[in-house]
């Protein structure tokens, strides 16, 4: 027999079997819900925060908190009554990088791309529905134009997030598009119906530029990256001053572009 999440269970599981397995279940979800909260604020934050911020009782946050700090997964940080990621995440973390060929070939073109060009580059993918920056190289420019891997910015905020949800159904993009994604830091208000419209005219035209929707001084130029099945699997950015001339914009969008099929897996 099988559960709903389709794992196999014993047709002859007692109360007391059940019970132990459903508090394992509530005890990792918990697990799952401390390390997102930790990568969502991107410090080491107090036990007492923490368990505000998972909604679960401060003893048995420190019970799991203790367990993850033992098995390496988390370490107290400064006075030791804060905690964060342990040393054991980054190497499983550098594992999966090399062990993901797009991700591995994407972070060199990311570099190249930066040096070339001396702007800000990225590589981007979904990630739980959010646009998520996972791999970013600095530009040489002495006004150094912020940007950090593991970032996730609302989708309608980004030239990505046009790409990446380039051939979805409406009513998916609708599911994966709050109200509040649609409200952009300076308070403006996108309308759904010219995002998506955006997500056909991107997708159709292989690349997407959106100026002023971060902040009011840069704009960004992203190419689509598919897989073999022909999907969006990623982009790749760069992100420049918004008084970028229109000639060189499309100098960089051109180079974005062959940088990008070269990431494509074909056939």
């Known amino acids: 027999m099988q559960d709903g999440n389709g794992l196999a269970v014993r047709p002859d599981a007692g109360p007391d079997e ?3 397995a459903g508090s ?3 005890g990792l979800n918990r697990v799952l819900h401390i390390l997102e909260f930790l990568h969502a604020n991107q410090r080491a934050i107090g036990i007492g925060d923490l368990a505000k911020g998972v909604n679960a009782p401060r003893s048995t946050i420190y019970t799991l908190v203790r367990s993850l700090v033992d098995a390496g997964l988390l370490e107290m940080a400064g006075d030791g009554n804060r905690v964060y990621f342990g040393k054991k995440l980054y190497l499983y973390g550098m594992d999966y990088v090399r062990g993901n060929d797009l991700l ?10 930066s040096r070339e060009t001396g702007e800000t580059s990225e590589l981007c993918m979904l990630q739980n529905g959010r646009y998520t920056i996972v791999h970013s190289s600095p530009g040489t420019r002495p006004f150094r134009i912020s940007s950090a891997t593991g970032l996730q910015i609302p989708l309608p905020w980004t ?19 709050s109200e509040d994604d649609l409200v952009l830091p300076d308070g403006r208000r996108l309308l759904l119906d010219d995002f998506i419209e955006d997500i056909a005219t991107a997708g159709a035209a ?7 929707l971060v902040d009011a001084y840069t704009k960004c130029l992203a190419a689509p990256v598919f897989s073999a099945a022909g ?5 790749i950015c760069l992100v420049v ?7 060189k914009t499309g100098d960089l969008i051109a180079l974005l572009r062959e940088r990008a099929a070269r990431l494509s897996i074909t056939g």
């Open 104 to 113: 591995r070939r994407g972070r060199q073109e990311v570099d190249n791309l």
């Open 24 to 26: 394992r279940e509530k």
């Open 159 to 177: 030239a990505s997030g046009r790409l990446l949800l380039a051939g979805f159904e409406r009513a998916v993009i609708e599911d994966m598009v």
């Open 241 to 247: 001053p918004i008084d970028t001339s229109e000639e």
């Open 231 to 235: 999907k969006v699997e990623a982009t």
């Open 18 to 20: 059940d019970r132990i």
């Open 206 to 212: 292989g690349y997407c530029v959106t100026s002023g």
